[in-house]
């Protein structure tokens, strides 16, 4: 894989910060686009711009057959057979669609859901804003790797990432299932930052409920998607009530219609749509195998590179781990760092990252995060590790 090719279809690396070249390493947050993604999206509205699903004209057939070969792409690439893939605004809004269409309907009073401490706040508020269900969550340990499930027979839900955004802590989702699973519960799996950067099959790991972004896999904003069991979405409720999700409509009632659409009220996001889809053209294209391993031996580099500075801590697991990486320079603080690296073009993350439970854990109250993707370089690691030698004589760490 070579990623300096791959950076010429990104036109954003054109850009200039303070004089000098973009480093952006904060794809975890949401990644770059491809001129390919952008082409698509231009494409559709220049030349078949219309609304999907009704209307019997040609451009609007085919829009239809945009969104809805979309939708196979997507089931396509996450492994989905026995799944339905419904379009949502982004991973957040399709946990929310679980909390609020399935969990509530199906999670009782005395029952529990089960996540843990190092979730995002997508995957932690969500099941907070139930009535009746309680709820428990799995420790960290001070390596980053998850502790025990505190599952039992009244656990209805076991609802964990498959890679954290701090950590980079991989987690062993086959098995999570598996021991759901024996335990009478189903699995949601958050993959925001698994899907984008490795293979993912929802059929081998046993996944009942699968939710992510496509923003941040080179996909536009306002487009992501809850992939459900067949026979789990026969059992759930639709977020929001309207057009497009109905069979028929009189004054007395409302009969709805079959899943997925069932769970897309109103026009969808087709645009979205059709870049997710070019997003999808294009990591295949590079290979997720190829994209996990780049990832993974950046960040290898990073943390040999990071891991020699004085005061440099390093969060997350030694080995087995995702391409983001979370530090702390002395006592620093983060958005200090971070203004430092920008001063030289280099764009990373501070703050608590939406995981204010496990800034706690840590007894930190924000991180600095460096996170790589597809497009990063050996040298971007390079200068990362320089601007952060800056920042620490600057800072007086
Ligand atoms: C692990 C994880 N889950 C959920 C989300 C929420 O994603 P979005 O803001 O696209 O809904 C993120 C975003 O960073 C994430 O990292």
Redesign the pocket.
């Known amino acids: 894989m070579n990623a300096e090719k791959i950076r010429r279809d990104f036109p954003i690396f054109k850009r200039r910060i303070n004089g000098r070249p973009l480093v952006f390493l904060d794809s975890?947050?949401t990644s770059q686009k491809p001129v390919q993604v952008l082409d698509a999206m231009e494409d559709f509205y220049r030349n078949s711009n219309s609304n999907v699903h009704r209307p019997v004209y040609k451009i609007s057939e085919e829009a239809t057959e945009m969104y809805e070969s979309a939708r196979e792409k997507v089931a396509r690439f996450v492994g989905a057979r026995d799944h339905h893939v419904i379009f949502t605004?982004?991973?957040?809004?399709a946990?929310n669609l679980v909390a609020r269409g399935w969990a509530q309907r199906n999670v009782k009073r005395g029952e529990s859901i089960v996540s843990s401490v190092m979730?995002?706040h997508?995957?932690i508020v969500p099941w907070q804003s139930l009535k009746g269900a309680t709820l428990r969550f799995a420790d960290v340990g001070d390596s980053g790797l998850l502790g025990d499930l505190p599952m039992d027979k009244k656990t209805r839900l076991v609802s964990l990432?498959h890679?954290?955004?701090v950590l980079g802590t991989v987690n062993d989702v086959k098995k999570i299932a598996k021991e759901a699973h024996e335990n009478g519960a189903l699995f949601m799996m958050?993959g925001?930052?698994s899907v984008p950067h490795m293979k993912v099959d929802v059929g081998k790991i046993g996944c009942d409920f699968l939710?992510f972004?496509g923003?941040?896999m080179l996909g536009p904003t306002g487009i992501?998607a809850l992939v459900v069991r067949k026979d789990v979405a026969d059992d759930m409720d639709p977020l929001l009530f309207g057009s497009g999700m109905i069979r028929e409509v009189t004054l007395k009632g409302t009969t709805f219609a079959d899943a997925p659409m069932k769970f897309e009220t109103g026009t969808p996001n087709i645009s979205g749509a059709v870049g997710l889809s070019a997003a999808i053209d294009y990591l295949e294209k590079v290979g997720m195998r190829n994209i996990e391993r780049h990832g993974r031996s950046l960040t290898e580099i990073a943390m040999r590179s990071l891991g020699g500075m004085d005061k440099m801590k390093i969060y997350g697991p030694r080995k087995n781990r995702s391409d983001v990486l979370s530090f702390s320079l002395g006592d620093a603080h983060s958005h200090d760092v971070a203004t430092i690296l920008d001063d030289r073009g280099i764009a990373v993350r501070s703050g608590h990252?939406?995981a204010q439970p496990l800034m706690r854990r840590f007894g930190v109250g924000s991180m600095t995060r460096a996170s790589f993707y597809l497009y990063n370089t050996v040298d971007e690691v390079r200068q990362l590790a320089e601007g952060l030698g800056e920042s620490a004589r600057v800072l007086k760490v």
Not at 89 to 93: A, Q
């Open positions: 975890a947050s605004n982004n991973c957040t809004e946990i979730e995002h997508s995957n990432t890679v954290s955004n958050d925001a930052q939710a972004s923003h941040k992501g990252h939406c």
